[in-house]
């Protein structure tokens, strides 16, 4: 496993995007664990034409795929609620924008066609050395939008998740362990890009088209 690691952590660091940033539109979203990103996204799928990456479902979907050389270890991290290593979790994204990329490439509207598209990307970066390693390898993000609300609305919405959801991260254990790898590695995150004016910030209970910056940059945006 190592030597696989080194020859990912060798590929992303040629410091060179893989795709355009002014052509793919990429937007962190980032909110602690039951903060509802995924709902809020599929809200902006709608309105805005984004195709939703959850960093979190394609590290699931690859611990069980057949023949994954990172499924063990995307497992064990997960199981432990730790972060799996940044090399892993870039390049599931960087592949899963390049096959929506190719999937749309004759899409005429929203942002898409001809090398264009529009991305957000949920849950990610959840520590440093991935939001430096995206933005310089793969593409520069334009802001986070960062979704706030209380520790214990995040903890009763994810075990009322956990009695359908089948995920081995819906317990308490993993939730809590969760809540606090979130505030130790992925706050610094929110605080690095808030220093550079790239946060959008949703209160609890505001619905996130209603954020007037968002649609103010979108619209700035190539479409």
């Known amino acids: 496993m190592p030597a696989i690691l080194d020859k990912l952590k060798e590929a992303l660091h040629l410091k060179r995007e893989v795709f355009d940033h002014d052509k793919v539109l990429v937007i962190f979203v980032l909110g602690g664990p039951g903060a509802g990103k995924g709902t809020q996204c599929a809200k902006l799928v709608q309105?805005?034409?984004?195709?939703?990456?959850?960093?979190?479902?394609?590290?699931?979907?690859?611990?069980?795929?057949?023949?994954?050389?990172?499924?063990?270890?995307?497992?064990?991290?997960?199981?432990?609620?730790?972060?799996?290593?940044?090399?892993?979790?870039?390049?599931?994204?960087?592949?899963?924008?390049?096959?929506?990329?190719?999937?749309?490439?004759?899409?005429?509207?929203?942002?898409?066609?001809?090398?264009?598209?529009?991305?957000?990307?949920?849950?990610?970066?959840?520590?440093?050395?991935?939001?430096?390693?995206?933005?310089?390898?793969?593409?520069?993000?334009?802001?986070?939008?960062?979704?706030?609300?209380?520790?214990?609305?995040?903890?009763?919405?994810l075990l009322e998740r956990g009695k359908t959801s089948g995920r081995e991260d819906d317990n308490v254990e993993s939730i809590k362990k969760r809540f606090k790898t979130f505030v130790e590695t992925s706050m610094p995150v929110v605080d690095y890009y808030r220093q550079h004016d790239k946060v959008v910030e949703v209160l609890k209970g505001v619905q996130i088209t209603e954020v007037i910056h968002l649609p103010s940059t979108l619209k700035e945006f190539p479409m």
């Open 47 to 157: 309105e805005f034409g984004f195709s939703h990456l959850s960093a979190g479902d394609l590290l699931r979907a690859e611990q069980h795929r057949e023949g994954s050389q990172y499924g063990d270890l995307i497992r064990q991290n997960i199981k432990e609620g730790k972060i799996v290593p940044s090399e892993v979790t870039v390049k599931l994204l960087q592949n899963a924008i390049a096959a929506e990329l190719e999937k749309h490439k004759d899409k005429t509207e929203h942002g898409w066609g001809e090398g264009k598209g529009r991305f957000l990307v949920d849950g990610f970066p959840r520590q440093m050395d991935q939001a430096h390693i995206f933005d310089e390898t793969v593409c520069q993000s334009k802001f986070v939008l960062f979704y706030t609300t209380t520790e214990e609305v995040m903890l009763e919405r």
